[in-house]
């Protein structure tokens, strides 16, 4: 089983519609949760990072974590055709030495 | 503030061949890390550095990698001899680190633009 896994997608939304972003990982013991976003031939960049249970709100974005269900999800409202990019999913494990990525998600949203 | 250097942009060595790339984090971030990210898949973590310390390299082809970070600030990481299933983007992120030991739970990276590589 994968440290962190992702849905490759791709996910493909219409514009102004709500993107599900998904993932689940493996030790219950992890303890941050990031977003980062990846354009095509560009470096990840932070969205957000959560690590209560329950939801986090920025902007158009919202983190939820469920530390139960080792799940963390993201939601992109009023999704824009510049939100397609690839989101992956990261984790700080146990002890918070490490952050380790999911394969990521491609999303793309049409005009 | 100054964001993660890195260089050189892009490299195409043939196999056997050996390269280095350097990297300059963020000033005063304690943490630097050595990601590999393949196409079409996530960043791997290769080596991950405290100050001048490694934290974790469980995942460091040692027999053909290195990597050093002199004096708690640049690091350089080498390939030699390199393969073709080396041929990926290496990126390079700092990260404040926790407080006095090497903890990061709420300290998000912050990466440089990459160095691709090609292995013919």
């Known amino acids: 089983q994968k440290e962190v896994e992702q849905n490759s997608g791709p996910l493909s939304v219409p514009e102004g519609a709500i993107a599900s972003l998904n993932c689940t990982y493996s030790?219950?013991?992890?303890?941050?949760f990031f977003w980062y976003r990846q354009y095509s031939g560009k470096s990840p960049e932070l969205i957000m990072f959560?690590?209560?249970?329950g939801d986090k709100e920025d902007g158009r974005f919202t983190a939820q974590l469920n530390k139960a269900s080792q799940y963390v999800s993201l939601l992109i409202r009023d999704s824009q055709p510049s939100d397609s990019a690839t989101y992956l999913c990261?984790?700080?494990?146990?002890?918070?030495?490490?952050?380790?990525f999911g394969a990521g998600t491609r999303l793309f949203v049409k005009a | 503030e100054a964001g993660v250097a890195q260089s050189p942009r892009y490299k195409i060595i043939e196999k056997r061949q050996s390269v280095a790339f350097w990297c300059n984090p963020i000033?005063?971030?304690?943490?630097l890390y050595w990601y590999q990210q393949i196409l079409g898949q996530g960043p791997k973590l290769l080596i991950q550095?405290?100050?001048?310390?490694?934290?974790?390299d469980s995942q460091l082809p040692k027999d053909r990698f290195s990597a050093e970070r002199l004096k708690g600030v640049d690091s350089t990481l080498k390939i030699q001899p390199a393969k073709l299933e080396d041929s990926a983007v290496y990126l390079c992120?700092?990260?404040?680190?926790?407080?006095?030991?090497?903890?990061?739970?709420?300290?998000?990276?912050?990466f440089g633009n990459g160095t691709r590589l090609t292995v013919t």
């Open positions: 992120a700092s990260s404040r680190g926790g407080q006095a030991a090497i903890r990061s739970y709420n300290s998000p990276l912050h």
């Open positions: 030790d219950r013991g992890s303890q941050s």
């Open positions: 959560i690590y209560s249970n």
């Open positions: 990261a984790v700080i494990g146990p002890g918070g030495f490490k952050t380790i």
């Open positions: 000033s005063g971030h304690a943490t």
């Open positions: 550095f405290q100050n001048n310390g490694v934290v974790d």
